[in-house]
């Protein structure tokens, strides 16, 4: 079923979930195909459609996965650019990067619990990245992603845009048997979520960042 919301709406309360994803409840693999029908109408460069979708269920590979995932977590929460570590002269930003760093440890403790994990792949070449212009290679990925998570979204499902399991990409790449010329791009955990709904999230004001015709 699918909810009732505005675009704004669907584009302003998709949000990463971590601490209020359903580790109890299973989520249908067709309702996983549905968003994935959605995310291949997504644009990518010169139409090549290079991108592959990894949907990992088992258990046992989860299990690896979330032990990778939460190996890589640890090291990024000791790490000087850890998300509870910025803004530390900034009150009101501190007190919500402390709260983003205690829902990234959150996950990362339980991801291997989370029913779905999609891991959004990109065929390349031989396998390694070229030099250069890495937003025109990524950007025929991550659009498709971000539609992925919209479509759950309207379809009842949270989900969270992580990336920190490329620091064992090819640990994570051995574990699925993927070929060398096929790169992750993210790991997105899929569930359905508790609570209520979601709310717009405090952002710095756009004239902060607005530039007009120069810097």
Do not use: K
């Not at 669907?10 to 309702?31: A, C, G, K, N, Y």
Request: charged share 20%; proline share 6%.
């Amino acid at each position: 079923m699918i909810m009732d919301l505005s675009t704004d709406e669907l584009l302003t309360t998709t949000r990463s979930v971590r601490r209020r994803l359903d580790l109890s409840r299973p989520v249908p693999i067709e309702l996983v195909h549905e968003c994935l029908e959605v995310a291949l109408q997504a644009p990518s460069g010169s139409n090549r459609q290079g991108w592959h979708w990894i949907v990992v269920t088992d258990v046992g590979l989860r299990g690896e996965i979330g032990a990778l995932y939460r190996r890589a977590v640890q090291r990024y929460l000791a790490s000087e650019g850890a998300a509870d570590r910025l803004f530390p002269d900034d009150p009101h930003r501190s007190v919500v990067q402390q709260r983003v760093g205690e829902s990234v440890a959150y996950l990362g403790d339980r991801m291997a619990d989370v029913p779905v994990l999609l891991i959004p792949c990109l065929t390349v070449g031989e396998g390694n990245l070229p030099a250069g212009n890495q937003a025109g290679l990524w950007g025929s990925l991550l659009p498709a992603a971000w539609s992925y998570m919209l479509a759950a979204r309207a379809r009842g499902l949270g989900t969270a845009w992580t990336t920190l399991h490329l620091t064992y990409e090819r640990e994570v790449a051995d574990v699925l048997g993927l070929p060398t010329q096929v790169r992750q791009g993210a790991l997105i955990p899929t569930a359905y979520y508790t609570g209520a709904g979601f709310r717009p999230a405090r952002r710095e004001p756009l004239e902060s960042v607005l530039h007009h015709d120069r810097w």
